[in-house]
């Protein structure tokens, strides 16, 4: 707080108010002065603004978002007019005498609300938001109050009495004086004056010996507090931790006050004993359990195990069980390092990535040898490599030389991350059962009726959606139960009416209200909030419930007024089966007497459960991650039954109408991408023919169709199923659980790494400060960044190149979109060192940019103009890799053989050979040319030679299966082998329309035979001979139609399904 209130009233004030300290501080502070409350969205709010002006009233404005009502504007900047002896101000249209009295207050609850620099400076801006030191002092003597209450109320009253002594000293200094002042004549001819003096010293040395026992007081009873410390330290923790989580999701929000009520519940509800030390522990433990269950019940599933994960690390790092600097390397490994200034790995077969993390973890003191040991494996290379491809590669440490079999629990859980990031998620899981406790790893189940009891007549109970989960039957059970009626509104246009109307009357005569799809209907929400807190009488049996999906804009003031809850399904094959299962009634089940209906109907749901799944697997599932939910399931049987009714019972079922029904209009109706739609015609046709019905079909092994006629008996069939999935049941190979897993464990460690509290200067761990680090990995990146092309040479060397020719025509505009680069990366580095520096002012941009670099991400500013990488090292060694080709090129020729992924514009490369070529063909035109290519066996480093047509490509790597370089075909991949770079392809345009073409032959003669070789076997119809799988190539691992490059031919030796 200032030390000058009165400074500060001389402007209006703006209080960042999250916790509501603020309002208390401005309520306590004006209670003498009849101040008035109100918002924005008050009905009456012009009228108390009008009055609050004239009367001389404080007024509090609460609840307020970034933009502020234009009616306040002449207030704000005092625009003020003086008619006789009255000042006036214009409100809206109206003229108003303005006392002054008159203060006005502004309080939001926004963390970090983006004030235009006209509205700063207009407002006095206080951030009360509280810090960690502050809460724990605050939590202490809630603590104090309820576990040694003696000991608060003497301390309350010491700190009375020492006030009360200090100003008694203070009144006998100052009578003192004014008896010194009025004397007339010398001091010592008045008796009354020593009388006075010796008085006045018989009572300081009192007061004096008072003070000083008191402060000796003072010191024991702290020590007596200072040991119920702990308790305050681990509130102050959770609270922070839970209130940072809202910047994962918008819906988290929770204020201050639902978590004191949470800690008070922990003193009361934890079990008491004698011990202090004892029921410091049964109070943290309470606490810890509370909190958790009460956060993770309100989270997403994706979220659940991050935030238990992050709870476990903030508890250990104030415990000092493990250090800042270990932190950092877990949730960054080796994000910021760049490969090409790092020494060579060990092994082919470890991937870039692990050797990154491993280096960044030898900073580490208890893994400072970490390195050498890894060389020294190259000796058995084969034992490491056995363990590395292990389920649980942390069980058994006895195989590596030099073992780390004496690691600790999260030492470990740190080397497995670091080197086997797809097992990141179970090694996350065994840290945590160490320092939290199993039961943390269970998933909270939701009561509904515990939620009930739970909350209040103003405490709404807000359910968050999810795809396939909504808890409105649910909820109408329970009211059933109760015996309560329920009032249902479903959110929307004009709908705001009704739910007025239903709140009334359920406020008056009880029951509850339940808003559906809240966020249809968030300009009403806040008017709904209002009203709810404004009511002072409510029948007891009155409740809200809301359901919303999430929503950027929802209402911060009911996030943070509302116990939440999320009603996922449970995940899985299995679970997505009984839920389907669970809709179907046995009248259903026998809708049709025939033999075909109940197996169409099973293969229908399992095809649905499946198709649901896929998800998860990211890009390896669906290019495009439809929301395929029960309404496609119900429209395709209900197909199904109409096509069974009207079938001819002497026909066979037409499975091209089946097929065709299901994979393009039912569920095909929301596909969008090509190669998605392919695969779920291959579904259709793998899955629905007459084979369906043979003894021997089963969708995989275990997973055959049962042949039962009662729901329990699919229920009992269905629970047989395993709780996991292989990836086979979906038709990918066992690396898809890799990628899976990987992904998992990237997106929990980088939202981690994105809520960490971006002022604290990580001098933390003892070492250099967080703008210090950046400003040295700043100056790192300028050293190495390539200087910029220049223009004029640029020009004149593509004029001497051929300035018209297709291929010099995408040089030079990948020239120019790699100079912007160079020149956006060089202003923003060199920026960001003034602004680190002090010189200039770090705006928005820069703060964005700092904290990118020093989390190891691209910063957004620069990937505008560039591409997406998983890490800034990997981004600017991309950089530096892209600058180098281009130069090369410019500098020394058309290169033999082009890095196709270092381009911005592949598809544009590969348009360039296209007509490149067709201007070689005299008739040929550019809309008859195609694409064709042949694999070869060669590398880069074998290119000897460009071909005389077409161009050899590299860099292209290949995910989902593996490649027979000898024979020049795809094959089964091999485990944890999740990318396989290709050799050398050679891509050339063809003409269909004209035959007997001689295109795209190298010069050199092993690679004109190694491709007429491969074309005779193409065309070879032998039994030997490979299919041709057409398999798209992406820019990226993000396979959308922007990131679609071109179809490839690629040998198989299976038919392509």
Same mark, same amino acid.
């Given at each position: 707080m200032p030390v000058d209130v009165e400074s500060i009233l001389l402007r209006n004030v703006s209080i960042f108010d999250r916790q509501l300290q603020g309002r208390s501080w401005i309520k306590n502070m004006e209670r003498d002065n009849d101040i008035l409350i109100t918002t924005l969205n008050s009905k009456i709010f012009r009228q108390q603004l009008e009055d609050s002006i004239s009367l001389g009233r404080p007024l509090l404005i609460e609840d307020v978002d970034e933009e502020l009502d234009p009616m306040l504007d002449n207030i704000l900047e005092k625009n003020y007019f003086k008619i006789g002896l009255t000042y006036r101000v214009k409100v809206g249209d109206r003229e108003v005498d303005v006392n002054h009295t008159f203060r006005l207050y502004i309080t939001t609850k926004l963390a970090n609300p983006n004030y235009s620099p006209e509205v700063c400076a207009r407002l006095s801006v206080i951030d009360f938001t509280v810090t960690q030191r502050g809460l724990e002092d605050q939590l202490l003597s809630l603590v104090i109050a309820n576990e040694r209450v003696e000991l608060e109320r003497e301390r309350v009253t010491l700190a009375r009495e020492t006030t009360k002594n200090k100003r008694m000293l203070k009144e006998l200094e100052e009578n003192l004086l004014i008896k010194l002042t009025s004397i007339e004549g010398s001091v010592l001819d008045d008796p009354s004056l020593v009388e006075v003096l010796n008085a006045n010293k018989r009572i300081a040395t009192e007061v004096k010996e008072k003070v000083s026992i008191a402060e000796d007081t003072k010191l024991k009873i702290s020590a007596a507090r200072e040991e119920y410390r702990p308790v305050a330290v681990r509130g102050s923790i959770i609270y922070f931790l839970m209130s940072e989580i809202a910047l994962v999701n918008h819906m988290y929000q929770i204020s201050l006050q639902q978590?004191?009520?949470?800690?008070?519940?922990?003193?009361?509800?934890?079990?008491?004993?004698?011990?202090?030390?004892?029921?410091?522990?049964?109070?943290?433990?309470?606490?810890?359990?509370?909190?958790?269950?009460?956060?993770?019940?309100?989270?997403?599933?994706?979220?659940?195990?991050?935030?238990?994960?992050?709870?476990?690390?903030?508890?250990?790092?104030?415990?000092?069980?493990?250090?800042?600097?270990?932190?950092?390397?877990?949730?960054?490994?080796?994000?910021?390092?760049?490969?090409?200034?790092?020494?060579?790995?060990?092994?082919?077969?470890?991937?870039?990535?692990?050797?990154?993390?491993?280096?960044?973890?030898?900073?580490?003191?208890?893994?400072?040898?970490?390195?050498?040991?890894?060389?020294?494996?190259?000796?058995?290379?084969?034992?490491?490599?056995?363990?590395?491809?292990?389920?649980?590669?942390?069980?058994?440490?006895?195989?590596?030389?030099?073992?780390?079999?004496?690691?600790?629990?999260?030492?470990?859980?740190?080397?497995?991350?670091?080197?086997?990031?797809?097992? #990141?998620? =179970? /090694?996350?899981?065994?840290? %945590?059962?160490? &320092?939290?406790?199993?039961?943390?790893? +269970?998933? !909270?189940?939701?009561?509904?009726?515990?939620?009930?009891?739970?909350?209040?007549?103003?405490?709404?109970?807000?359910?968050?959606?999810?795809?396939?989960?909504?808890?409105?039957?649910?909820?109408?059970?329970?009211?059933?139960?109760?015996?309560?009626?329920?009032?249902?509104?479903?959110?929307?246009?004009?709908?705001?009416?009704?739910?007025?109307?239903?709140?009334?009357?359920?406020?008056?005569?009880?029951?509850?209200?339940?808003?559906?799809?809240?966020?249809?209907?968030?300009?009403?929400?806040?008017?709904?909030?209002?009203?709810?807190?404004?009511?002072?009488?409510?029948?007891?049996?009155?409740?809200?419930?809301?359901?919303?999906? #999430?929503? =950027? /804009?929802?209402?911060?003031? %009911?996030?943070? &007024?509302?116990?939440?809850?999320?009603? +996922?399904? !449970?995940?899985?094959?299995?679970?997505?089966?009984?839920?389907?299962?669970?809709?179907?009634?046995?009248?259903?089940?026998?809708?049709?007497?025939?033999?075909?209906?109940?197996?169409?109907?099973?293969?229908?749901?399992?095809?649905?459960?499946?198709?649901?799944?896929?998800?998860?697997?990211?890009?390896?599932?669906?290019?495009?991650?439809?929301?395929?939910?029960?309404?496609?399931?119900?429209?395709?049987?209900?197909?199904?039954?109409?096509h069974l009714d009207d079938m001819n019972p002497k026909l066979n079922i037409s499975w091209k109408a089946v097929q065709?029904?299901?994979?393009?209009?039912?569920?095909?109706?929301?596909?969008?991408?090509?190669?998605?739609?392919?695969?779920?015609?291959?579904?259709?046709?793998?899955?629905?023919?007459?084979?369906?019905?043979?003894?021997?079909?089963?969708?995989?092994?275990?997973?055959?169709?049962?042949?039962?006629?009662?729901?329990?008996?699919?229920?009992?069939?269905?629970?047989?199923?395993?709780?996991?999935?292989?990836?086979?049941?979906?038709?990918?190979?066992?690396?898809?659980?890799?990628?899976?897993?990987?992904?998992?464990?990237?997106?929990?460690?980088?939202?981690?790494?994105?809520?960490?509290?971006?002022?604290?200067?990580?001098?933390?761990?003892?070492?250099?400060?967080?703008?210090?680090?950046?400003?040295?990995?700043?100056?790192?990146?300028?050293?190495?960044?390539?200087?910029?092309?220049?223009?004029?040479?640029?020009?004149?060397?593509?004029?001497?190149?051929?300035?018209?020719?297709?291929?010099?025509?995408?040089?030079?505009?990948?020239?120019?979109?790699?100079?912007?680069?160079?020149?956006?990366?060089?202003?923003?580095?060199?920026?960001?060192?003034?602004?680190?520096?002090?010189?200039?002012?770090?705006?928005?941009?820069?703060?964005?940019?700092?904290?990118?670099?020093?989390?190891?991400?691209?910063?957004?500013?620069?990937?505008?103009?560039?591409?997406?990488s998983s890490t800034l090292g990997f981004w600017f060694s991309e950089l530096l890799d892209r600058y180098t080709q281009y130069n090369n090129w410019l500098n020394y020729g058309r290169p033999k053989c082009?890095?196709?992924?270092?381009?911005?514009?592949?598809?544009?490369?590969?348009?360039?050979?296209?007509?490149?070529?067709?201007?070689?063909?005299?008739?040929?035109?550019?809309?008859?040319v195609t694409i064709d290519n042949v694999v070869l066996r060669s590398y880069k480093d074998d290119i000897r030679e460009a071909p005389t047509e077409g161009v050899y490509v590299y860099g292209l790597y290949l995910e989902g299966a593996g490649w027979d370089r000898k024979n020049t075909r795809l094959h089964e991949s091999q485990n944890k082998v999740v990318y396989i770079q290709m050799p050398v392809i050679h891509i050339f345009a063809i003409n269909p329309f004209v035959a007997n073409q001689k295109v795209g032959l190298s010069t050199n003669k092993k690679a004109r035979l190694n491709q007429i070789s491969f074309r005779t076997k193409r065309h070879d119809q032998s039994s030997i001979a490979p299919h041709i799988y057409m398999c798209p190539v992406y820019k990226k691992p993000i396979r959308t139609d922007l990131h679609f490059v071109a179809m490839l031919k690629l040998a198989s030796n299976n038919i392509s399904e």
């Open positions: 978590f004191l009520g949470l800690f008070h519940d922990s003193m009361i509800k934890s079990n008491k004993i004698a011990a202090t030390q004892k029921r410091i522990q049964n109070i943290n433990d309470y606490l810890t359990y509370r909190t958790w269950f009460y956060t993770t019940r309100g989270l997403y599933e994706d979220d659940r195990l991050m935030f238990t994960l992050l709870m476990a690390l903030r508890i250990d790092l104030r415990r000092g069980k493990i250090r800042y600097d270990e932190f950092q390397v877990l949730v960054k490994g080796g994000a910021s390092l760049d490969l090409n200034m790092c020494p060579p790995k060990p092994f082919r077969w470890l991937n870039d990535s692990s050797w990154l993390n491993l280096l960044e973890l030898s900073r580490l003191k208890e893994f400072h040898d970490v390195i050498d040991r890894v060389w020294q494996l190259q000796k058995n290379e084969r034992i490491f490599k056995d363990w590395f491809d292990k389920q649980l590669p942390s069980s058994d440490l006895s195989s590596l030389p030099e073992t780390y079999e004496n690691l600790n629990v999260f030492h470990r859980f740190l080397f497995i991350r670091c080197i086997s990031p797809d097992r #990141t998620i =179970s /090694e996350a899981r065994h840290y %945590i059962q160490d &320092s939290l406790g199993i039961k943390y790893l +269970e998933i !909270p189940v939701l009561s509904l009726e515990l939620l009930w009891d739970e909350s209040n007549s103003k405490t709404s109970l807000l359910g968050l959606l999810s795809s396939g989960a909504d808890p409105t039957s649910n909820i109408q059970t329970l009211a059933k139960k109760k015996n309560i009626d329920l009032f249902i509104v479903s959110m929307g246009q004009g709908q705001e009416i009704l739910a007025r109307r239903y709140l009334q009357q359920t406020v008056q005569s009880g029951g509850w209200l339940l808003l559906q799809n809240a966020h249809l209907g968030l300009d009403y929400l806040e008017e709904f909030h209002q009203n709810l807190i404004s009511m002072d009488t409510f029948d007891p049996s009155f409740r809200v419930w809301l359901t919303t999906e #999430t929503h =950027s /804009e929802f209402a911060i003031q %009911i996030l943070q &007024s509302s116990i939440k809850f999320t009603n +996922e399904p !449970p995940q899985g094959v299995r679970a997505g089966l009984k839920r389907t299962y669970g809709l179907i009634t046995q009248d259903k089940l026998e809708y049709i007497e025939t033999i075909y209906w109940r197996p169409l109907l099973y293969a229908t749901s399992f095809l649905h459960s499946i198709l649901q799944e896929r998800r998860k697997f990211g890009p390896l599932g669906w290019n495009i991650p439809y929301e395929f939910n029960q309404t496609d399931w119900e429209a395709s049987v209900q197909y199904i039954q109409n065709y029904m299901i994979s393009e209009i039912q569920y095909g109706g929301r596909i969008t991408d090509d190669r998605d739609r392919r695969l779920m015609i291959t579904y259709a046709q793998k899955w629905f023919n007459d084979f369906l019905f043979s003894s021997d079909f089963k969708f995989y092994d275990g997973y055959s169709i049962p042949k039962v006629k009662r729901i329990e008996e699919y229920i009992d069939f269905i629970d047989r199923f395993p709780f996991i999935d292989s990836p086979h049941i979906f038709g990918l190979d066992s690396n898809a659980d890799i990628t899976y897993s990987t992904n998992r464990a990237k997106s929990m460690l980088e939202k981690i790494l994105h809520i960490q509290p971006k002022e604290a200067n990580s001098n933390i761990s003892g070492g250099e400060t967080r703008d210090k680090t950046v400003h040295n990995l700043a100056n790192d990146m300028l050293i190495k960044l390539p200087k910029n092309f220049i223009q004029y040479e640029v020009r004149e060397k593509l004029r001497s190149m051929g300035i018209l020719n297709p291929m010099i025509i995408f040089l030079r505009q990948e020239i120019h979109r790699i100079d912007r680069v160079i020149r956006t990366v060089r202003n923003s580095l060199n920026d960001l060192q003034l602004a680190i520096d002090g010189i200039i002012i770090l705006n928005d941009t820069l703060r964005e940019i700092l904290d990118s670099i020093y989390d190891g991400r691209v910063p957004i500013d620069w990937t505008k103009y560039s591409w997406e082009f890095w196709m992924t270092g381009f911005f514009n592949p598809n544009g490369f590969l348009t360039a050979m296209r007509q490149e070529v067709t201007r070689m063909h005299q008739g040929w035109s550019l809309d008859t």
